[in-house]
């Protein structure tokens, strides 16, 4: 296979070379180094150089993202979209029987790989920010390309190509802005390998332990899915923006809630850990939430600690099972870095993520610490430093935290 031929085949005829791909043997191994991993070294590189050495403004202003930061940022990004495209095939191939196709992991990672041709190779527009917007429109068109493969590779039902599309794409769209959040948490450090693709349940092994995907949660999601872009499709013809936003929400939540795992651990298990007293600083106040966002169990108990001038805060969160996931993202990198007014570091220790930074000044600093089973505990306070804070994250019961088991999902 020559990228560059495949690339614009895949481009350019669609629909011929898909029939071409249908009938190739390969592996994941080979889809990898020989297509994806080149290909997605776009975007991250481009980004970089368009963020950190050329920079973007206007008016004579020229704002460009720190050089150490851009380069973390670029290592992270081109890992993280390899995950997703890897995740992405998981999502096709367990929602395949939903819509009248053929389960096929190799097919599903094809299908995953190939159709983000368009959304890769539109990542040299990242070169100059003010392009960024060409780079939308390339990926767009991978959503054709992801329109035209499905029914050649997973043999679903022509009539519901269109409904297959939408909820692959809205599964998607959730995975994108968690693994945006995730990785916007932390710098992460390392790589992950994963497990055998006809399990019932994806496993991947990572630095904090073993991250599992439920392929029959997904494929039970996809039906509630299915019949939320049926609703959104009646809703359409009747022009009802309410009943449009109302199983479009639908579909987001079952896209979520199959990515997500098991329930978050209760608020009120988390406020256990928060103590009285802080080396000496009263609690004056706490705030303890169960909830959800787009259908992702969440929960978290924080509380403030102060005594004249002295001000600190301490939040215990939890995201459900995407805990883990958070585990793997941030457990890719470690960095530091440093300017005249500031410094942040993160790293390792004891199989936990840990990040700290602070202001020379003394005026404020924060230093958060990632669990093995996902929690983010996190503290910060003004008119100390950031030892004084090491100091209270040593009073809070990290080892009972981690105990924590989380229900599966409800």
């Given amino acids: 296979m020559n990228l560059i031929e495949r690339a614009k085949s895949i481009l350019?005829?669609?629909?011929?070379?898909w029939v071409t791909i249908e009938a190739e043997s390969t592996d994941a191994a080979t889809l990898y180094t020989r297509y994806a991993m080149i290909l997605a070294a776009i975007p991250a590189v481009c980004g970089f150089i368009?963020?950190?050495?050329?920079?973007?403004?206007?008016?004579?202003?020229?704002?460009?993202?720190?050089?150490?930061?851009?380069?973390?940022?670029?290592v992270v990004s081109y890992v993280l979209s390899l995950v997703g495209i890897f995740v992405l095939g998981?999502?096709?191939?367990?929602?395949?029987?939903?819509?009248?196709?053929q389960k096929n992991s190799i097919q599903a990672l094809k299908v995953a790989v190939y159709?983000?041709?368009?959304?890769?190779?539109?990542?040299?527009?990242?070169?100059?920010?003010?392009?960024?917007?060409?780079?939308?429109?390339?990926?767009?068109?991978?959503?054709?390309l992801l329109y035209t493969g499905l029914p050649v590779l997973m043999k679903n039902a022509p009539d519901k190509s269109v409904v297959y599309t939408v909820v692959v794409i809205i599964a998607a769209i959730v995975m994108g802005v968690v693994i945006g959040a995730v990785s916007a948490l932390f710098l992460p450090r390392g790589g992950?390998?994963?497990?055998?693709?006809?399990?019932?349940?994806?496993?991947?092994?990572?630095?904090?332990?073993?991250?599992s995907i439920d392929t029959a949660g997904l494929e039970a999601a996809g039906k509630k899915m299915e019949e939320a872009a049926?609703?959104?499709?009646?809703?359409?013809?009747?022009?009802?923006?309410?009943?449009?936003?109302?199983?479009?929400?639908?579909?987001?939540?079952?896209?979520?809630?199959?990515?997500?795992?098991?329930?978050?651990?209760?608020?009120?298990?988390?406020?256990?850990?928060?103590?009285?007293?802080?080396?000496?600083?009263?609690?004056?106040?706490?705030?303890?939430?169960?909830?959800?966002a787009l259908g992702l169990p969440t929960s978290q108990a924080s509380a403030q600690y102060g005594s004249d001038d002295k001000q600190v805060r301490l939040e215990i969160v939890d995201i459900g099972g995407l805990g883990q996931m958070a585990v793997m993202a941030m457990g890719m990198a470690q960095g530091e870095k440093e300017d005249p007014t500031s410094a942040e570091k993160t790293w390792q220790e004891g199989g936990r993520t840990l990040h700290q930074?602070?202001?020379?000044?003394?005026?404020?600093?924060?230093?958060?610490?990632?669990?093995?089973?996902?929690?983010?505990?996190?503290?910060?306070?003004?008119?100390?430093?950031?030892?004084?804070?090491?100091?209270?994250m040593s009073q809070v019961d990290l080892n009972a935290l981690e105990s924590l088991q989380r229900k599966g999902k409800s």
């Fill in 230 to 292: 049926r609703k959104m499709e009646e809703a359409q013809k009747s022009q009802d923006p309410a009943a449009i936003a109302a199983a479009a929400g639908d579909a987001a939540k079952a896209a979520a809630g199959a990515l997500g795992g098991g329930q978050a651990i209760a608020a009120q298990s988390l406020k256990a850990a928060l103590p009285e007293k802080l080396a000496g600083l009263p609690r004056t106040g706490f705030d303890v939430q169960d909830g959800a």
């Fill in 12 to 17: 350019l005829q669609p629909k011929d070379t």
């Fill in 357 to 392: 930074r602070y202001e020379k000044d003394g005026s404020h600093a924060e230093f958060k610490t990632i669990l093995k089973n996902g929690l983010v505990v996190s503290i910060e306070g003004d008119n100390m430093g950031v030892k004084d804070l090491r100091g209270f």
């Fill in 192 to 211: 992950a390998m994963f497990g055998g693709a006809d399990a019932p349940a994806i496993t991947m092994n990572t630095p904090g332990g073993k991250v």
């Fill in 115 to 144: 159709a983000s041709t368009a959304a890769m190779l539109g990542g040299v527009f990242s070169l100059l920010p003010a392009l960024s917007m060409l780079g939308l429109l390339a990926a767009l068109y991978s959503i054709y």
């Fill in 50 to 74: 368009g963020m950190s050495l050329i920079g973007f403004g206007g008016f004579g202003v020229t704002i460009r993202v720190p050089f150490v930061s851009g380069l973390v940022n670029m």
């Fill in 90 to 101: 998981l999502i096709i191939d367990a929602l395949a029987s939903t819509f009248g196709g």
